[in-house]
């Protein structure tokens, strides 16, 4: 099993031109690979997910119907309501408030957000053709080809594509967040009713229990909704294929399903 996983961390190394021994040839063969199939697939799949909105909508519906299957909309109204507040809160496209910050991060810590699927396997496939170091900088891309006209539409075209690249991040976030809260909510009086049930004391508002419930919710909504950090190996190394988009989303619609 170990040697099958070292061989996909080669492959990968090879398709960018860096594995050990590798020679002229097969830098030229990986970087033609690269340049002629990868990146046309990179820039097509970047163009139909974050540059398009009929496809931003469809990633907050498709967010949504994780939560409608999870149960977490057929919640209360009211703490459905209280959950939509704290996402709406938290999630800010650009700056954020000093205090939605600080929220932000500890949900970062505890995994359930900015783990979008899809933008996952196209930061790794940017990554792989060398645009940039793992993230979707368009510097490398677009500044070389944009000089010549000038510096306000290369900064235009930047903080475009930066808005769009964060909303669709956040369309994700905002129901992870949404399900967290309410997650959070029903474990808290699952277990007050569990111990006035049993009659064991409770302190509901200690530091211990608080950090014990943060981390049980966020378990379930790391393993119920899709999550790139649960994608295994092989089937984010598919990205390298001529063919086939987004093998991590199946994958992880499979997994989260079973949850």
């Known amino acids: ?46 163009a139909k997910t974050v540059l398009s909105i009929p496809t931003h909508i469809r990633n907050f519906l498709s967010s949504a119907a994780f939560s409608l299957a ?12 209280q959950a939509i507040n704290e996402a709406r ?25 900015n783990t979008n699927v ?22 490398s891309v677009l500044k070389p080809l944009l000089n010549n006209l000038g510096k306000g539409i290369s900064r235009g075209v930047k903080k475009t594509t930066k808005a769009f690249q964060d909303a669709y991040v956040a369309e994700d976030d905002f129901w992870k967040i949404t399900n967290y809260f309410v997650e959070l909510e029903r474990r808290r009086n699952a277990y007050i009713k569990d111990a006035t049930r049993r009659n064991v004391k409770l302190n509901a ?17 790391r393993n119920t909704v899709p999550n790139y950090a649960y994608v295994g190996d092989v089937v984010r190394t598919a990205r390298l294929l001529p063919v086939g988009n987004f093998m991590s989303f199946p994958s992880e619609m499979i997994r989260s399903t079973v949850n």
């Open 1 to 46: 099993i170990a040697e099958g996983f070292e061989s996909v961390a080669g492959l990968q190394d090879c398709m960018r031109g860096e594995a050990k021994g590798q020679g002229l040839l097969g830098r030229t063969a990986a970087a033609a690979y690269r340049y002629g199939l990868l990146t046309p697939k990179a820039g097509a799949q970047f």
């Open 70 to 81: 999870n149960g977490t909309i057929l919640t209360s109204p009211r703490l459905m309501a």
């Open 89 to 113: 809160k938290v999630v800010q496209v650009g700056m954020r408030q000093p205090e939605a910050m600080a929220k932000y991060r500890e949900y970062l810590d505890l995994g359930i957000v």
């Open 118 to 139: 899809r933008l996952g396997d196209i930061r790794n496939l940017f990554k792989d053709v060398r645009f940039g170091d793992g993230n979707i900088a368009t510097d």
């Open 205 to 221: 508002d200690s530091p211990e229990f608080t950090k014990q419930l943060k981390e049980e919710a966020a378990a379930i909504v």
